[in-house]
């Protein structure tokens, strides 16, 4: 028999074939049925009368069908592509994504799910990138991987591939790929050996699209909302006027994202998209530690607990969530694997209170190991 977490997912990706069950109507019902087991099985007088008549014809088209030969093909596709899926009503969901506006409700994930809910900066920018660009990139990732944030971009040639690049190349650097196809079809095909890499350093792979699709022109803007959702703030390196890069700054924009854009020659096509954004008000950068100062105090809201190692501490500052994982850490590094074990926590409730404790300088963290301070 299916575990509750197996079978909410199953009734997610039936959701997802079903007739009129839209995205914006899946998640107006979703407010009142809270999962989609309770949207297919709960008993309709419980939710409100403006939906109850809706679920109802969702309910019916739901039972006409026996879904177990549709499940057992995507349990398979799943298996050969070594994959897991994240539904919306799962406390595994990135919770930063799940705040925006249709929100995708499933994730298929390759690598690491913890990754998912850790600080990020997207970097994005040209295909066709200068020299300048590439070094920009390449050099900016480091920088910023080096100073804790998780580098997510598209997986696309030019920037987004060298800024996975850079992340790679730092000791303790982590990288999310956000991919236009289906989990098992890395675009372009001569990023392949990238994609794994990523993968086999601890990184991520992540998607909305069912294994088997390929690419197709209309999910690469899909995609873009993904990348800025999961992100504190978006980083353009270079862009043309008329470049994707552009689409993920005002996706960015529409989800009260920081976005950051790196200035160039005024001769140049790929520096026009950039300087364009920084007349519509995103912020000219000219180092990368200025994209680690603006976005301090927006990692988790804790910017304002930041103070310094040597004052005085005391538990009596801490609420009561932050002092029961305290307990927990001891002296000696433990790895993240290993305080989900001890703590018992989802990982999107584990990951903001690390977050809280380290910049509140109770606990370092070590190459991803954590202990404590005091």
């Known amino acids: 028999m299916a575990s509750t977490d197996e079978q909410e997912i199953n009734y997610a990706l039936i959701a997802q074939q079903i007739e009129g069950l839209t995205l914006s109507t899946q998640e107006k019902i979703l407010t009142a049925t809270e999962t989609y087991k309770n949207l297919f099985e709960g008993t309709v007088t419980q939710f409100p009368p403006t939906l109850a008549a809706t679920i109802n014809v969702f309910q019916k088209l739901y039972h006409k069908r026996d879904w177990q030969g549709f499940l057992a093909i995507q349990q398979e596709a799943l298996l050969k592509s070594n994959a897991k899926v994240i539904c919306c009503t799962s406390d595994d969901y990135p919770l930063l994504l799940k705040q925006t506006s249709r929100a995708p ?21 040209s295909r066709q990138m200068t020299r300048s660009g590439q070094q920009n990139a390449l050099t900016w990732s480091r920088f910023l991987a080096d100073s804790g944030f ?59 699209f069912p294994p088997g699709i390929n690419p197709l022109a209309r999910h690469f803007p899909q995609r873009n909302r993904i990348i800025s959702g999961l992100s504190l703030g978006v980083l353009v390196v270079e862009a043309a006027i008329k470049s994707g890069s552009l689409i993920t700054a005002r996706t960015a924009l529409e989800q009260n994202r920081e976005v950051f854009a790196i200035p160039g020659s005024i001769h140049s096509p790929q520096s026009k998209g950039c300087h364009l954004l920084i007349k519509q008000g995103a912020h000219l950068v000219e180092t990368a530690d200025e994209v680690v100062a603006e976005l301090g105090g927006a990692l988790g809201g804790f910017g304002e607990a930041i103070v310094k190692q040597q004052s005085k501490k005391s538990k009596l500052d801490l609420d009561k969530t932050q002092i029961e994982l305290l307990d927990i850490l001891s002296f000696d590094p433990v790895s993240l694997d290993a305080l989900v074990e001890l703590s018992k926590w989802p990982i999107g409730k584990l990951a903001p209170v690390l977050v809280s404790l380290e910049l509140s300088g109770f606990i370092a963290n070590d190459n991803g190991f954590y202990q404590r301070l005091i």
């Open 105 to 125: 409700p499933l994730l298929y994930v390759r690598g690491s799910v913890t990754n998912l809910h850790l600080p990020q900066i997207a970097i994005v920018g």
């Open 150 to 208: 998780t580098i997510t971009s598209g997986l696309a040639l030019g920037v987004d591939g060298t800024a996975h690049e850079g992340a790679l190349q730092v000791s303790a650097g982590t990288t999310i790929a956000v991919m236009a196809t289906g989990i098992d079809k890395v675009y372009p095909k001569r990023h392949q050996k990238l994609g794994d890499r990523i993968v086999d350093a601890g990184g991520t792979l992540v998607t909305e």
